[in-house]
């Protein structure tokens, strides 16, 4: 008696499966990669304005306290690219009053060279002038 092959047999379901899913699971990964990076830089951009709002704060009697400012948000942004980083200084520097910094960032997230999301990364910092 000669056995017939099972046409109903379940070998590589399980692959074939994985083969329909894993570009999916792919693109994901790579979305949660990049926009992991994108929030690395949101956080270096705040924690850069924050310094650079601090140093305004206590900056009133130099010779150029806007220009030490600004210099100061550069100078922590280290992981920025320097020429795409935009600083803004609004104060007199007058004691008891306002410094306002604001900086913005480009972002933009690409997934396998599509782009999903693209702008500006903003963060705002306000202190007192001592």
């Known amino acids: 008696m000669s056995r017939k092959p099972q046409i109903r047999g379940q070998h590589g379901q399980t692959m074939t ?11 994901l990964l790579l979305a949660i990669v ?13 924690d850069a304005v924050r310094a650079g709002a601090r140093k ?3 900056a009133r009697r130099l010779s150029s306290p806007q220009t030490v ?3 100061a948000v ?19 520097f007058v004691q008891g009053t306002d410094v306002t910094v604001e900086a913005t960032y480009p972002y ?8 999903v999301k693209s702008g500006r990364l903003h963060s ?3 202190e007192r002038v001592e």
């Open 34 to 46: 990049q926009f992991g990076v994108v929030f690395n830089n949101y956080v270096t951009l705040t």
């Open 69 to 71: 400012t600004e210099t």
């Open 108 to 115: 933009d997230i690409k997934v396998l060279g599509l782009v």
């Open 74 to 92: 550069r100078n922590a942004a280290t992981d920025l690219k320097s020429s795409d980083l935009q600083v803004t200084v609004t104060s007199t």
């Open 17 to 27: 499966e994985f083969a329909l899913v894993m570009p999916i699971l792919l693109f």
């Open 56 to 58: 305004g704060a206590v």
């Open 124 to 126: 705002k910092m306000t």
